[in-house]
């Protein structure tokens, strides 16, 4: 136990303290925690890529809108009510399966048998038809009607990011993880997870260009979608494996985690319904701003990734596997940007530099990176004099593609563990379902806020081309992000002095633990 005190005080230097800054003795807790993350995320990009590439190719990028708005919000809120009320039920390791279980059962389910039978299913490409001719304004609405299959593997897509990232890991990993020790996990965590996206990318590539490509006597895309549905439900499954193991060998050991705190919080616990969990959001500014940097976040790049997507549609005109191949190498490049800007940078800001620095970063960057973006799509005729004899439509797509992949990757090293920070000195029960309101309705109504806005102007202008109302939403864009950087200002007011108080008594408590065993 000495060693354990001498580890604890000790300062990590040199390369050490810039590429793994953990003591060995913390290795239980740290890399099982980290795999969890790592299929979750796993999951997370294989629908994500699907779910773009089903809708975009059956209904344009317009769609993308309707569908946040009027079909993931209310089933995120749907999320949140069930989740109180089973959270009063269950214990937080049951919940866990409990959540991720019909997410695995679905996908298993459309892979196998709803997309081989979704001519029968969804109503005729005629009748769709002769419906948007008489109601053009409702063409979105129509969209999703006419491929509700799709759309529901869209929404659950969705759900999965805000409910199992966002939630069940991100509790989790509070729970279990000390303030002290944030500062080197956290970072640390968004880098060894996503390299699940090279892996995830590289599969989607693989089943969409180099098995279809050899595949005769078949649809090739029906066989890939089977291969990558087949994964998911594996990697629905490895979690709940790793997650049973910690809680039989890791949290049974005062050393990685002490349980006491818990108890007597659940004793005290007051069960709260959505109401009272809303009020409780209310009433604490600091999760009011939470939401703020959420909402930030989710609106402005809905906005730019509805234009991109529509484009990306239109260079690949159908082609699902070509689509989803360019997401897998998407979803490479993320991954690749995020491990070098998470590794190399992320975790050494956020163990060097204050929090309002490493917070401060996302929405400068986005704010400046999608200028950029928008200065391209408004201005396209002057953009395209200084691009003489490219495609306007393949650099509009691979330039949204760019700014969307570097923005992700900033979001996942810096963006996300600062937002998890925030909540650590906050007292338990406005981490457990005042987080869970805060990250699923607050994430959702990033996503809606941008979908509002495209799908409201859909409908007044009676148009699914998402190009005449980009002047719109570029000054919307502007003044989304300047309202994001001073929430991140706020919070910091509010939380950076609990931060370091809380840092400090843990480490007190540790280094007297220590002395006793």
């Known amino acids: 136990m000495a060693d354990q005190k001498s580890d604890l005080l000790q300062e990590f230097t040199g ?19 980290a795999l969890i993350m790592w299929c979750i995320l796993f999951n997370y990009t294989v629908m994500r890529d699907l779910k773009d590439t089903l809708v975009v190719n059956a ?23 069930a989740y109180a009320k089973l959270s009063n039920i269950f214990s937080s390791e049951k919940l866990f399966y409990i ?19 979704v001519e029968l299913l969804h109503p005729s490409a005629q009748s769709l038809e002769q419906l948007h001719a008489a109601y053009p304004r409702l063409s979105g609405f129509i969209d999703i009607y006419g491929h509700w299959t799709y759309a529901l593997f869209y929404v659950l897509a969705e759900i999965w990011g805000s409910a199992m990232v966002a939630l069940m890991f991100w509790q989790f990993a509070n729970k279990i993880t000390r303030v002290h020790e944030s500062k080197r996990f956290y970072g640390l965590f968004g880098v060894i997870a996503n390299t699940s996206l090279i892996i995830s990318g590289q599969a989607l590539v693989f089943f969409s260009t180099g098995l279809a490509q050899n595949l005769t006597g078949v649809d090739p895309w029906t066989h890939s979608l089977k291969w990558l549905c087949g994964m998911i439900v594996v990697m629905g499954v490895l979690p709940m494996l790793i997650y049973r193991w910690m809680h039989t060998n890791v949290l049974t050991d005062p050393k990685y985690y002490d349980a006491t705190e818990e108890k007597a919080q659940k004793k005290k616990k007051q069960k709260l319904g959505l109401i009272e969990s809303a009020k409780l959001i209310f009433a604490s500014k600091e999760l009011g701003y939470i939401a703020l940097l959420l909402m930030g976040y989710g609106i402005t790049v809905n906005l730019v990734e509805v234009q991109f997507k529509s484009q990306l549609g239109l260079y ?40 309002l620095f490493s917070a401060i970063v996302t929405p400068l ?58 909540y650590l000195p906050l007292d338990p029960e406005l981490k457990g379902k005042g987080k869970a309101a805060v990250d699923v309705i607050g994430g959702r109504a990033g996503k809606a806020g941008g979908a509002l806005i495209q799908s409201t102007m859909a409908i007044l202008l009676a148009s699914k081309d998402v190009l005449l109302y980009a002047p719109y939403t570029a000054v919307i864009f502007v003044v989304v992000c300047g309202a994001w950087l001073l929430a991140v200002k706020g919070l910091d007011g509010s939380i950076k ?18 002395d006793k065993r």
């Open 99 to 117: 959540i991720i279980t019909p997410f695995v059962l679905f996908y298993g389910l459309f892979g196998f048998v709803l997309y081989p039978n």
């Open 59 to 81: 209904a344009g990028g317009n769609v993308i809108s309707f569908l946040k708005l009027y079909c993931v919000t209310p089933a995120a809120i749907l999320f949140v009510i």
């Open 316 to 355: 690949f005109k159908g082609d699902c596997n070509g689509y989803t191949a360019f997401m897998g190498r998407y979803s490479q490049l993320t991954g690749i940007l995020t491990i070098i800007f998470g590794w190399l940078i992320g975790a050494n800001v956020l163990s060097r530099m204050s929090w």
């Open 365 to 422: 960057f986005i704010l400046c990176a999608g200028g950029i973006f928008f200065f391209f799509i408004v201005g396209r005729d002057m953009a395209m004099k200084l691009l003489v004899g490219m495609d306007p439509i393949m650099v509009a797509a691979f330039l949204g593609a760019a700014l969307v992949i570097m923005s992700k990757s900033v979001k996942y090293s810096l963006f996300d563990p600062t937002k998890e920070m925030a």
């Open 15 to 33: 390369l050490r303290a810039l590429l793994w800054p953990i003591h060995t003795f913390e290795l239980k807790k740290f890399i099982p925690t």
């Open 497 to 514: 002095g609990a931060i370091k108080r809380k840092e400090v008594e843990e480490m007190q408590r540790e280094v007297e633990a220590s």
